[in-house]
Structure formats: C-alpha cells, structure tokens
C-alpha cells in the first residue's frame, strides 16, 4: 500500500466504519469490518477491540487475542514507515512517513498496556520498554505536528475564558497575543515541549492530516496524562528515566484532539471523560468544579451525539448526574442504558454500566438493589469477585439478613486464591478483605467464644467501610448523610462528640447490663468517627465534622487492623479546609470591597493558610500511609490530585478574578 493521498483517505475511511460499530457497541460487526484488510489501520482496530474486552473485562484470552493483534499491526505499521520514508514523497503538509509514524506509536503504546495488563513482572518491565519506545515517538511527532504549540488549536469548549482558565482544556485562542495558557507556562516551561515558533498557514487537511493531528495530540497529551497521575513513588522511579511530563499541557493536547472528528479523538474524549470523573470523585476539593463539569458535559454531548447507543457515553452521562448530586436520575440513565436492544452485545461495556449503577445504588442505601448489581457483576468479568461478595455481603448486614451476609463473606477466602498474582501475591483489594474477615472472627470469639457466624459480630457495614475508599459519601443528599449520622450514632458505646443531627434524631440507646458494646475495638470507633465526619462535612456543619474527623485521626496509635483510616482521615480533614473557605467565598465573606466577583487581599490571606493547612494534612497522611498500609496506593492518588488543584487554586488567586457563586 502506498502513502498516496487519495489511498490512504480511502482505507482510513473503510478503518472508521469499524470503529463506529465499536463505540455503538456492535463489536461483533466492527470486528468483521477490521478482518476485511490488513492494513495497519485495521489490524489496529481488531487490537482496540480486543484491548478493549481484555481491559474491560479482564479476560486472559482477550489479552493474547490482543497482543498478536496489534503486534501484527505494529509490524504492518513499521514496514509501511519504511518504505513512505525512502519514496520521499510530498503527500500532504508532513513529513513523509508521518502518518506510519503515528500508527505505529500507537501500536507499541497499546502493546505496552496490553502486557501490563498480564500482572506479571515480565508484561510490567514490557510495558516499561514499550513506554519509552513511545514516548521518544510522541516527542518526536509533536515537535513535528505543533511547531508553534497548541494554543491555535480549537478544543470542545468554546465559550468564553472561566474561572479554571489555568485548565488548558478550555478555549481556543485565535489571536495573537499569548493566552493565558502561555502566561503560565512560558516557553520552555516542559523541556519536552520545543520553542514556539510562528507557524505558515497550513493547506487545507483531509482525512490523513486529521488523523496525524488528532493521533498526535492524543498520545502525546495520553503519555503525559499518565505519567503525571503516578502514585509518588512510582513517579520518583519514572524520573530515573529522563521523562518530564506537565498535566497542563496534558490535558489542553487531550482537548484539541478531542475536538477533532477522528477515531484519536474518540479516544481522547474518553480520557478527558475519565479523568474529570475521577478528579470529581476523588480529589474531594476541585478548584473550579463548575468548569470541570461544563468540560465534561461539553465533550460527552460531542461524542454522544453520534453514538447515543454507546455504552462508554451512557456511563458517563450517568457519572454527571451523579456528580452533580442527582443520584436519581443517574440511576436513571444506568437503568435505561441496561434496557437497550442492540445488535449485539458488547458485555465488557455494559459490566462498566452495571458496576457504576452498583455503587449509586449503594450510595443511595439502596442496599438489595446495589447487592444484586454486585453479584451480576461476577457474571460479567473475571475481575476480583471477592470484592463483588464482600460489598453485596455488606448489602446485607445493613439489612439485617446475617445468614446471606456470612454465606457470601464465607465465599470471599477461596475467590482471592483464584485472583493471586504469582504464588502469593493478592490484589489490594482483596488483601483488605482478607484482613477485615480475620478482624470480624477475632472480635465474634470474643463476644461468644466461636467465630461461627462471625457476620453478626459486624456493626459497620462492610459495603460502607470500602466505599470510603471510593469516597462515596462526599456526593449525596443531606437525606442519605444523616440516615449515615442515625445509624451510626446508635451502635455503642455513644459518641461523645455532640452534634445537632444525633440530638434531633437519634436518641441514644439504653445500655444493656452485661451486653457488649456494639464496637468494642478503636479501629472500629476510628471508621465510625471518619465516616460521620465525612457525612458532617457533606451536609455543611463544619465544625462537628471537624471534630470527628479528628477524633478518628487521634485513634490511628491504637488501631491494630485498619491502619489506613489515620491517613484517609488526614486527607478528608484536608478537603474540609478547603471546602470551609469555599463555604465562605461563596457567601461573598472574601469578597474585595470594589464590589466585583473578586476576593480581597484578607481572602487571598484565608485561602493561602487554609492550603497550607491541608498541605501539611496531606504529607502527614502520606508519612503515615506505607506499603504495608490497606490502599496506601489509591490514598496517594487522591492526594496527588488535591494537590494539584490546591495549586491551581493558588495560581488563580495570584493571576485572576475568582467567580463567586451566590
């Protein structure tokens, strides 16, 4: 095949209509579609569908499936480069060979993911090599594609600069005065990104040109994405290798390739989808959250537009709604998605709609309903299916159906065996199981001399207890947060922290002679006090939940069992720093005195302690929360993102006027 413009544009063309199949879903047409040539941009296809089943679901097979797939295309990829390198010809406004260049990258980054996803230590350090073989391509082809930066380039938003002007995911500039991108960044502020240089007017792009910009814009935006969003301590390894990577210009290369019409900017929008998701769910605190959901709406209703029946948009409809506090209609949208006829079923998809509905139901306390959707979600994917047991198996300890709960925890021990990385390593997850299974044996022979029917001794469910982790209760209704406060305040012993929401309506139970307290160990008080500081926060009363919260952290020298609630406890103090200032600009008390949407010099002042205080919350979280501490991996990703939107938040303060919300 040669690099010819008109034969290239054809069989991308053909390429695409296999890709609209895979994002209605219908994988089983896209596949034939992919089958039908074996060009790089086919052979490419069939590995996206097979990374896709093989990543969504977890299925071994998928990953060998995948892995040949693309390491056919890598290898068709790699020849065309060749030979569009040699013939020298002037095709399109990029160098020979570009177009193969981008496909192949694609490939080996694809490929890279593809054997991490084994989870053994070989597809690890493949993946590694596969990386750095990336990203000197990406490097390359930046400097390449976008000569003069990326501020030229329209993004999905197009509305006038907001108060998140630091997110470069925001607005196109179509002068020539420096944006406010550029302000902060500067030239050379990247070592990875080349000096701006005022660009010629480019000729008209046709389908190859689209794709070399999107595909450009993507993996490079993609690869720094990833690398800035490490856990710390794998950041401080990645260094060791010379890459330098910045979030910002990230995220604005992500942006211009999800406004393209591409198949690269399909994927981008997905990943720009995936990370407001994750930033709106686990960071605590964001910035400027009004933006970031307006980016989100912005690109999901792009893409949703053309592939309504789509799974992947349906999801993250869903995940607005729940993000914007209308857990109902998330439900909603989840329900209806789960009720479509289509063509063929694409079951790795529809498992991501499922197990998003799984946890809105729980955070709604919809307890049987969130347990059903858990146990669906081991019929659809080999992931860790103890962890599917043990939250439906807290479903129903808050239920009171003891006999369920303890068949379903009973099951958990010989699922992880099944899930085990090597002789005897287990997944995070279900090492926190196993830990907490142990606790709940130990504390039932103390109360009865047995650990028979260890489920009855658990007071606190274990669905809840792990959706702290997926920080649950920050985003509900102030119904669902003081149901949380009731429950909670009637086990024993009382809490001695006074509240008006125990006093008003949860009267403390009459104690029992002889009866053992309903906790009777300082892990247990610690959970009950972090997560009634949580819900506190969550409906407003700032200072009880400081209380709490502080409580729980003053527990963490005598917990033996649940070390990580110090840490997590550290961190939701640290958000409530910042959501306690926030409170307090946006009921106009930083306001300057001119009268404008402005915060005055004593607001600029409240807002610097503040983040200072929850700096220093958060290296204390971080000291306390080693290797050998239950989810110290997630608690270090969510401190990493509130920090950067502490930073964001303090390079806004310093450059320009903070909108207040009335």
């Known amino acids: 095949m040669s690099e010819g413009y008109d034969n290239v544009a054809d069989i991308l063309q053909e390429a695409n209509v296999g890709f609209d199949h895979l994002f209605l879903d219908e994988i089983t047409d896209a596949k034939t579609v992919f089958q039908s040539n074996d060009s790089p941009f086919h052979l490419l296809g069939l590995g996206v569908c097979s990374f896709l089943e093989a990543s969504l679901g977890m299925e071994s097979t998928m990953m060998a499936e995948a892995n040949a797939a693309l390491s056919n295309a890598e290898a068709h990829a790699k020849r065309q480069l060749k030979s569009a390198s040699k013939a020298n010809k002037d095709t399109h406004r990029f160098p020979p060979g ?45 400097k390449v594609v976008f000569p003069g930066g990326l501020d030229n380039y329209s993004t999905p938003s197009q509305s006038s600069p907001p108060s998140r002007s630091l997110t470069p995911t925001i607005i196109p500039s179509t002068s020539s005065r420096p944006s406010l991108f550029s302000r902060f960044l500067g030239n050379g502020s990247n070592s990875n990104v080349p000096s701006r240089t005022p660009s010629p007017p480019p000729r008209p792009d046709g389908p190859p040109e689209e794709t070399v910009i999107s595909g450009t814009a993507f993996g490079y935006g993609l690869f720094n994405l990833v690398l800035s969003m490490f856990p710390g301590k794998v950041k401080t390894v990645v260094g060791f290798f010379g890459y330098d990577y910045n979030r910002r210009i990230a995220l604005q290369a992500l942006a211009v390739s999800a406004a393209k019409s591409d198949v690269h900017s399909i994927f ?242 009459s104690p029992v002679k002889d009866t053992p307290n309903d906790l009777d160990t300082p892990d247990e008080e610690a959970i009950r006090s972090l997560i009634l500081g949580t819900v506190h926060r969550t409906v407003g009363d700032f200072a009880t939940s400081r ?57 600029v002042k409240r807002w610097e302690q503040a983040i200072e205080g929850a700096t220093a919350k958060l290296d204390r979280a971080m000291s306390i929360s080693g290797k050998d501490v239950d989810m110290s991996a997630r608690l270090d990703s969510r401190i990493m993102m509130l920090k950067d939107e502490m930073t964001l938040k303090r390079e806004m303060l310093k450059s320009f006027t903070v909108p207040r919300s009335d």
């Open 98 to 142: 570009t177009l193969w260049e981008l496909i192949h990258a694609d490939c080996i980054i694809l490929l890279g993911l593809t054997q991490a996803l084994s989870e053994s230590y070989t597809g690890y350090l493949q993946c590694l090599y596969s990386i750095n073989t990336a990203h000197s391509k990406y490097l390359k082809l930046y």
């Open 268 to 509: 981008a929008g997905l990943t720009l989808m995936a990370y407001y998701g994750l930033v709106l769910l686990l960071a605590g605190y964001q910035a400027d959250e009004t933006h970031i959901l307006e980016q989100y709406r912005a690109i999901v209703e792009k893409v949703a537009g053309k592939f309504p029946l789509g799974s992947l948009w349906i999801l993250n409809k869903a995940k607005i709604l729940r993000m914007s506090y209308d857990a109902d209609g998330a439900i909603q949208v989840l329900q209806d998605g789960l009720k479509l006829e289509k063509k063929n079923k694409f079951k790795q998809a529809d498992s991501l709609l499922v197990f998003e509905l799984a946890w809105t139901l729980l955070s709604q306390r919809r307890y049987q309903e969130a347990a059903d959707m858990f146990m669906k979600m081991g019929k659809l994917n080999s992931w860790s299916h103890a962890t599917y047991h043990f939250i439906a198996a807290g479903c129903y300890t808050e239920m009171g159906n003891h006999k369920k709960a303890q068949k379903l925890l009973d099951a958990c021990p010989a699922l992880t065996e099944k899930r085990k990385l090597g002789a005897t390593k287990y997944l995070p997850t279900e090492i926190f199981i196993l830990r907490k299974l142990q606790f709940y044996k130990e504390k039932q022979r103390r109360r009865t001399g047995s650990e028979d029917n260890y489920a009855e001794s658990i007071r606190i469910s274990t669905a809840e207890e792990i959706a702290i982790f997926w920080s649950t209760h920050s985003r509900i209704s102030q119904d669902v947060a003081l149901s949380h406060v009731e429950d909670l305040s009637r086990l024993t012993p009382p809490v001695s922290i006074p509240s008006q929401y125990i006093l008003a309506s949860s009267p403390l139970p």
């Open 547 to 603: 209380a709490f919260l502080e409580d729980s952290v003053s527990k963490h020298p005598q917990v033996k069992c649940s070390t990580w609630v110090g840490g997590v406890a550290l961190f939701e103090l640290a958000v409530l720093d910042l959501k306690e200032v926030e409170d307090e600009e946006r009921a106009g008390k930083l306001s300057s005195e001119t009268g404008k949407d402005e915060v005055s010099p004593a607001g």
